[in-house]
């Protein structure tokens, strides 16, 4: 009798840890992209639900880590990519090192100098190296002052987003918020500069 119920407290522990490894993984951005993508998944489809009330809730009840956590590298995945966390468990690069050298990754590997190197356990230590090298070239590079923006060509990008409107689907509730509050910058600069709003 003692000895199950010693086996049951172990079995209550060992799921506690595992669960603690998983979200030291997650909060170190060492988890993988398709873990990511699996909590992105569950957030839009509103999953969590099943388990608890909110998000927030099932963040903490269930992987053991803050909302802002999960958010933080579901904002990566979507920025960056699935290379980005390839990429992290190998050479270990923070996001503003990886914005530096993005140019140079796919998702096939990492490019320096003509050469491809495939983001592969077994390269790590090239892959690393490869990292350190294309982030010591970025320092050593001045960056390079952003062109004066032009009156012409603020006109064809607001054109452009214009046509690009003209062929969208349907859009979605938050989809819709999203576009509103771009749509309202827009409109406060053009007014901060005098252009005339028709109604």
């Known amino acids: 009798m003692d000895n199950t119920l010693e086996r049951q407290d172990s079995h209550l522990e060992l799921g506690r840890w595992l669960g603690r490894r998983e979200a030291f993984g997650l909060i170190a951005g060492h ?6 993508e699996s909590l992105r998944r569950i957030r839009d489809e509103k999953l969590y639900r099943a388990k608890t009330r909110s998000w927030d809730e099932f963040c903490s009840q269930h992987l053991g880590v803050s909302r802002r956590n999960v958010e933080r590298s579901i904002r990566y995945l979507e920025e960056f990519g699935p290379a ?16 530096s050298i993005a140019a140079h990754v796919t998702a096939a590997g990492v490019r320096l100098d003509g050469n491809e190197i495939a983001l592969l356990p077994e390269n790590s230590e090239r892959v690393t190296g490869a990292v350190a090298e294309l982030l010591r070239r970025q320092k050593r590079e001045p ?31 938050q989809q819709r918020l999203k576009m509103a ?15 005339p709003l028709i109604e």
């Not at 988890?31 to 990511?36: L, P």
């Not at 002052?145 to 003209?166: H, N, T």
Request: glycine content about 2%; overall charge positive; charged content about 20%.
């Open 31 to 36: 988890c993988s992209a398709a873990e990511v």
């Open 84 to 99: 980005f966390f390839h990429l992290s468990q190998l050479a270990h690069i923070s996001p503003q090192e990886y914005r």
């Open 143 to 173: 960056e390079k002052p952003a062109p004066a923006p032009s009156f012409r060509a603020a006109w064809k990008r607001c054109q452009a987003a214009a046509e690009s409107l003209d062929t969208l689907p349907a859009l979605e509730p």
């Open 181 to 195: 509050a771009v749509l309202g910058r827009m409109r406060e600069k053009a007014h901060a500069l005098g252009v």
